[in-house]
T-cell receptor, first 113, second 110 residues
Framework: GNSVTQMEGPVTLSEEAFLTINCTYT??????LFWYVQYPGEGLQLLLK?????DKGSNKGFEATYRKETTSFHLEKGSVQVSDSAVYFC????????????FGKGTKLSVKP | DAGITQSPRHKVTETGTPVTLRCHQTENHRYMYWYRQDPGHGLRLIHYSYGVKDTDKGEVSDGYSVSRSKTEDFLLTLESATSSQTSVYFCAITILNTIYFGEGSWLTVV
């Protein structure tokens, strides 16, 4: 079946530190991959996406590369800010699934000044 | 802003009572979804709709029903609420093969 595994948190970093949140997936066919971010008390916002192998999604200084050979889509940012504190969700959708998303369990990031 | 409005945003209800959550969209998008979010589980699909009167079950559909009589509205009903249905409920739509979420409805069943 289809599934997403992401690193468990919480993750605590100092401001300007490098961030990596690992995400691996299992899927039939060729999925599209997504990172969503949820700030406290809010809904999920699309952060970035990639629809085929070797694509790189990027937004707000965050990047993730679709690696088919390692079935991974790790989220990275070179220098985090306090305002990046949130919960990050990795997700996939498979063609023909009417766009239904399969989510990882989320990783809570706290950035300290 | 994906033009999704959820109501109510917060509700406390008693066990055994019926509850309906409403999702309204303004852009005539075909696909609409209801997800629930629980600690340790991420988000899980309850039901989805691919058109007026066309709905299907998701991963965690037991205890829930949905209706879509108009393109713009997708209703989620808990016929008899239980404490295990205390959760945050998110409506979503698809735009160009990407899912966008509403701001959530916090439901507490006491």
């Amino acid at each position: 079946g289809n599934s997403v595994t992401q690193m468990e948190g919480p993750v605590t970093l100092s401001e300007e530190a490098f961030l990596t949140i690992n995400c691996t997936y299992t899927a039939t066919g060729y999925p599209s991959l997504f990172w969503y971010v949820q700030y406290p008390g809010e809904g999920l916002q699309l952060l970035l996406k990639a629809t085929k192998a070797d694509d790189k999604g990027s937004n707000k200084g965050f990047e993730a590369t679709y690696r088919k050979e390692t079935t991974s889509f790790h989220l990275e940012k070179g220098s985090v800010q306090v305002s990046d504190s949130a919960v990050y969700f990795c997700a996939l959708s498979v063609k023909g699934s009417q766009g239904n998303l399969i989510f990882g369990k989320g990783t809570k990031l706290s950035v300290k000044p | 802003d994906a033009g999704i409005t959820q109501s109510p945003r917060h509700k406390v209800t008693e066990t055994g009572t019926p509850v309906t959550l409403r999702c309204h969209q303004t852009e005539n998008h075909r696909y609409m979804y209801w997800y629930r979010q629980d600690p340790g589980h991420g988000l899980r699909l309850i039901h989805y709709s691919y058109g007026v009167k066309d709905t299907d079950k998701g991963e965690v559909s037991d205890g829930y029903s949905v209706s879509r009589s108009k393109t713009e509205d997708f209703l989620l009903t808990l016929e008899s609420a239980t404490s295990s249905q205390t959760s945050v409920y998110f409506c979503a739509i698809t735009i160009l093969n990407t899912i966008y979420f509403g701001e959530g409805s916090w439901l507490t069943v006491v």
